[in-house]
Every structure is written in structure tokens, then in C-alpha cells.
């Protein structure tokens, strides 16, 4: 590969970290091709981008960014395969959502997640377990809702146990 080719492809997947907070390095060597094509739809499916990319283009990209992802440049030897997302969870549940009982491809090298690093296989369900922004504020909404639908519900019930005794007492007056 010619050196300006070697620029062009170091500046798109440049380009395409600058897009995702959310990197995942993952290796994916033993997938058969069928495999290989049924992850890459479900990435699809999961608004997660996954790249093919030689190390040593993704460490320039990664030494060219204004994201320090120096955490994970240990991790870049054999096979890798990125997974880029904008949800923090997203890529470790499909990971684990698309292995077999007996199948531990893809495997995960390590991941940038939240300006936090996290490496090796064993990450998987600690990543898998992180709540993403979306859910974060939909259990903050829960929370606050609780206490005024409990506020709303007392006074529902105060007002009608009000109106059972005015009707009582408009009943034994008359």
C-alpha cells in the first residue's frame, strides 16, 4: 500500500472515531464467513458501525485523535475488528447476545468506553452491565414521577372519601 493510500485510510478511520464515543476492539478471526455476515447485520440492526482494520492504521488513528486511547495500544496485535457506538452497552450485549452456548468468537480484546479503558474478555459483563445515557434518564424520570403520582393518588383518594361524607351528611339532613 502506497503511503498517500496509507494517509487516505488513516484519515477515515480517523474520521469515523470522531463519530462514536464508544470504541471496541474485538477479535473475530475464527467467525466462517457465514457467521462473519450474520454479525455484521447484527450490528446493523444495533446502529453499531464494525471495521476491519490493520493495527497499525487504527494506532496512527488513534495517535492522530483528540481522545487519548493510549490504554489500548497493547491490544492491538493479531486480528482485530472495531465496534464503534454511541451507547456504551450496546456493542458488549450484542457480543454476548450473538455467541452460541459452546462459542466464545467474538472475542473481546478490550474496549474505550466513557473516557474509562477496559481490557480483556472479562470486561465483557461488566461493559454488558453499564446503563447507557437513555437509561440513566428514564430511571431518573421513574424517580421523580414516583412521589407526585403518590402525592396525586392521596388526594384522589382524600377527595373521595370528602365527597362520601358530604353525600352522607346532604342524605341524613334531608
Known amino acids: 500500500m502506497k503511503k498517500e493510500d496509507k494517509a487516505i485510510v488513516i484519515a477515515k478511520i480517523g474520521d469515523e472515531l470522531a463519530k462514536y464515543s464508544c470504541v471496541y476492539l474485538v477479535q473475530s478471526a475464527g467467525l466462517d464467513a457465514a457467521k462473519t455476515s ?25 495517535e492522530l485523535s483528540d481522545v487519548d486511547y493510549s490504554g489500548l495500544y497493547d491490544l492491538l496485535h493479531g486480528e482485530t475488528t472495531l465496534l464503534l457506538s454511541n451507547v456504551g452497552n450496546a456493542p458488549a450485549k450484542l457480543i454476548k447476545k450473538f455467541r452460541d452456548k459452546k462459542e466464545t468468537l467474538p472475542m473481546l480484546k478490550g474496549a474505550f468506553v466513557e473516557e474509562s479503558v477496559y481490557v480483556g474478555e472479562e470486561s465483557l459483563e461488566a461493559l454488558a452491565n453499564i446503563k447507557s445515557k437513555n437509561e440513566l434518564i428514564a430511571d431518573i424520570v421513574a424517580l421523580l414521577q414516583s412521589p407526585a403520582k403518590n402525592v396525586i393518588s392521596s388526594l384522589q383518594s382524600g377527595a373521595t372519601k370528602l365527597h362520601g361524607i358530604l353525600e352522607t351528611l346532604s342524605k341524613k339532613e334531608a
Open 38 to 62: 450474520k454479525l455484521r447485520r447484527a450490528c446493523f440492526g444495533e446502529d453499531i458501525k464494525m471495521l476491519c482494520v490493520k493495527n497499525t492504521l487504527l494506532k496512527k488513528a488513534f
